[in-house]
């Protein structure tokens, strides 16, 4: 059975999508001991159909020691938003996860890319998940495996 390790997510932003992601400053304690005193890591993380995407892992100290929040960044990230379609006001979930079996204990890092669709009259549309509070939304994964076509509205992707 899977348990989760950690996880933070983040609306994304144009800059996010345009060049490296920005993650949230609460990442940092749980990286920060897999680091090893560098300012960055190269990690391999899966999505939900099992394809692995190469990410570089950042931290960015200014010369006043502050940090500033780490970063995705790299070709990897690159790919995964070419790949897929990513744009702004998609969310980003990052992840780790460990399963415990008969080999012993597997960790590994799980990434997704979520947006919320909303229908015409700005509502969001059919039921799929449920919040806290008990609203319905629909979530659609954004990174697909290459087989399945992207949807498609009047010629633009979804």
Not at 19 to 33: C, G, N, S, T, Y
Not at 81 to 90: A, L, W
Request: aromatic share 10%.
């Amino acid at each position: 059975m899977a348990q989760r390790i950690f996880a933070v997510s983040k609306i994304l932003g144009e800059y996010d999508v345009r060049d490296k992601v920005a993650l949230p400053a609460e990442i940092r304690e749980h990286m920060q001991p897999m680091m090893n005193g560098k300012k960055s890591m190269e990690l391999e993380a899966i999505d939900r159909w099992g394809r692995r995407w190469p990410l570089k892992y950042c931290l960015y100290a200014l010369p006043t020691g502050k940090f500033k929040n780490p970063v995705f960044s790299g070709a990897g990230w690159r790919q995964i938003v070419d790949d897929n379609g990513v744009r702004s006001g998609d969310e980003l979930i990052f992840s780790r996860d460990q399963v415990v079996g008969a080999d012993g204990v597997l960790e590994y890092y799980k990434i997704q890319v979520k947006r919320q669709n909303k229908t015409f009259s700005s509502k969001i549309a059919a039921v799929h998940d449920s919040g806290a509070d008990g609203e319905s939304f629909y979530e659609e994964e954004v990174i697909k495996p290459k087989s399945q076509p992207r949807m498609t509205f009047q010629g633009y992707a979804m």
